[in-house]
């Protein structure tokens, strides 16, 4: 009798550790076998810069991998948001970057690039637009059309336009600004149209950061400790205001169009301000470089740069990309969030979402009391 009962406990021990950790069961429902492909800058960038580059690239070199001891192309100690993403949905390789020779993908691929723009030429870089096509070059020998409809598609990019724009000039007034984002938003529409027009239709846009809380900027434009520079703020405040619109808009004019914004500004400024309750010690100063930020010339072998002693204390690991221990939090948000976070749908629901079927919800603006709001009942800061 006693046996039996301990074989009892064993299976239903079993049975319990199954349901909570199989991670390609949601409600009820089995994540379809898809790929994840991303595009954008070096926040999603899986080693592509390497192979473009002729010149030393810092991350293919310690201590950047740090956190597992494996240099690997990434601007992070680790692995990055999208690598979370692809677990989470079942996905059991890392996502490979697209241009290294003989990679397996798949699953997806990874098309980001260091230092990309939506506008100009970036050097050893990819525009978005010349990112899609690139997509598009290998599409024919890799995936079929059904395989590609029924996939999701990330995106983070315009970063490098406003830095760039920000220091080519300093000066500009609030109508030059006003036109510049313009500019650059009628791009992103235009490049996400092309992805679309080629074959893709789940897309996951993840807004601009606080560029101005960054701490390569808080150090090149030396506003101290406590202090964002507001002017590339309100340049990715004014970027992020006009992303939901024009997703709802491609949503209500493209046939099977279906996207979630992933509110990437604020998931960082809570974390800024508020580090403690995020379990981060150092949100202002990056673990990795040198300066009164610690942000520049992590990994470059010119540089002595200092080197925290625990990387999981820091929100950033250099002076522009994130440790593993925040793209995990990422992660888990943009899987799972609740529309505080990522709205109209999360990661999880877009996957299972029926291809083709019109989107129920739209966009809708957050305001900071619904933020606030969200946060103190659903304790989503322990993510």
Request: charged letters at 15%.
């Amino acid at each position: 009798m006693a046996d039996h009962c301990n074989l009892v406990s064993v299976l239903g021990l079993f049975l319990v550790l199954t349901l909570f950790h199989n991670p390609i069961t949601v409600a009820g429902q089995t994540i379809p076998a898809v790929a994840l492909f991303t595009f954008g800058d070096s926040n999603f960038d899986a080693g592509n810069k390497q192979t473009l580059s002729k010149s030393f690239v810092a991350q293919g070199f310690w201590p950047y991998g740090k956190s597992r001891d494996d240099p690997n192309g990434k601007f992070c100690d680790g692995l990055i948001a999208p690598d979370f993403v692809a677990k989470f949905m079942g996905i059991p390789i890392e996502i490979p970057a697209a241009l290294k020779p003989n990679v397996n993908v798949s699953r997806g691929a990874s098309f980001a690039v260091a230092d990309a723009t939506l506008l100009g030429a970036p050097v050893e870089s990819l525009t978005l637009n010349q990112q899609v096509r690139k997509f598009n070059q290998m599409k024919a020998a890799n995936w079929n059309d059904d395989f590609i409809k029924k996939s999701v598609f990330m995106i983070y990019i315009g970063a490098n336009d406003y830095l760039n724009f920000t220091k080519n000039n300093p000066n500009a007034d609030a109508s030059a600004q006003q036109a510049f984002v313009i500019s650059v938003t009628n791009k992103l529409k235009n490049d996400i149209s092309l992805l679309y027009s080629s074959g893709a239709s789940k897309f996951v846009i993840q807004n601009l950061a606080p560029l101005g809380c960054l701490p390569i900027v808080r150090q090149d434009y030396h506003t101290g400790m406590d202090q964002c520079y507001e002017k590339l703020n309100d340049l990715a405040k004014q970027h992020n205001e006009k992303i939901g619109p024009m997703l709802n808009e491609l949503a209500k004019t493209a046939p099977g169009f279906q996207f979630t914004v992933f509110d990437f500004y604020n998931v960082i400024l809570r974390r800024t301000q508020r580090n403690m309750n995020f379990r981060f010690f150092i949100t202002n100063s990056s673990c990795c470089g040198v300066g009164t930020h610690t942000a520049y010339g992590c990994g470059l072998p010119n540089v002595h740069s200092e080197l925290c002693e625990f990387q999981r204390s820091y929100l950033f690991f250099d002076g522009r990309h994130n440790t593993e221990k925040a793209q995990e939090m990422f992660g888990h948000l943009l899987f799972g969030a609740d529309p505080n976070v990522i709205q109209p749908m999360n990661v999880r629901e877009l996957v299972v979402y029926p291809v083709d079927e019109p989107m129920r919800e739209s966009w809708e603006p957050t305001t900071s009391t619904t933020v606030q709001a969200s946060d103190s009942s659903r304790g989503y800061e322990f993510y």
